[in-house]
């Protein structure tokens, strides 16, 4: 049977699925059977067993995240290349609060620049841009979606 993730606690590593059927099922952690982590309104496929589902797997090759829109790894990783100093990747991906501190620490390091440790504080921004556009490039698509746009994973 299929249906839709409701809600997710990932304190008590339970979950309620809405089966097409019109009823809900919970699962606990250890009957997800995908690599990627359940998030709310993803499309599951579940065997029924009471009202609890069994062998929960993600239905491959749907992006369900109707909330925010389809992000590009292109492109976040060559914002992350050219201006991963400044955080405009964060700022594309929708991880505003990262941005800012990526862009503050980018700025304060120019304005101490004078001394030896602006230096410091201008090129840590933009090391983590290089390595953070290395892994959007090494990952499928697939993986990118749900990692960073599904996922809502801010950081490498």
């Known amino acids: 049977m299929q249906g839709t993730i409701l809600s997710i606690s990932y304190q008590g590593n339970v979950a309620i699925i809405s089966g097409d059927d019109g009823n809900r099922y919970n699962f606990d ?5 995908t690599n990627y982590a359940p998030t709310v309104g993803q499309r599951v496929d579940f065997v029924p067993v009471g009202n609890v589902a069994t062998e929960v797997y993600l239905v491959q090759n749907q992006f369900t995240n109707t ?3 389809k992000k590009s790894k292109v492109v976040a990783g060559l914002l992350a290349i050219f201006l991963g100093s400044l955080g405009i990747h964060k700022f ?3 991880y505003h609060s990262e941005g800012i501190v ?3 620490m980018y700025l304060t390091g120019f304005f101490l620049a004078f001394g030896l440790v602006g230096f410091l504080w201008v090129w840590i921004p933009g090391i983590i841009g290089l390595i ?3 892994i959007y490039f090494t ?3 697939y993986d990118f979606e749900q990692t960073y746009v599904v996922g809502n994973r801010p950081w490498f």
């Open 102 to 104: 990526m862009l503050v």
């Open 92 to 94: 594309y991906l929708g």
């Open 29 to 33: 952690a250890g009957q997800w059977r």
């Open 132 to 134: 953070e556009a290395i």
């Open 67 to 69: 909330v925010t829109d």
């Open 139 to 141: 990952k499928s698509d």
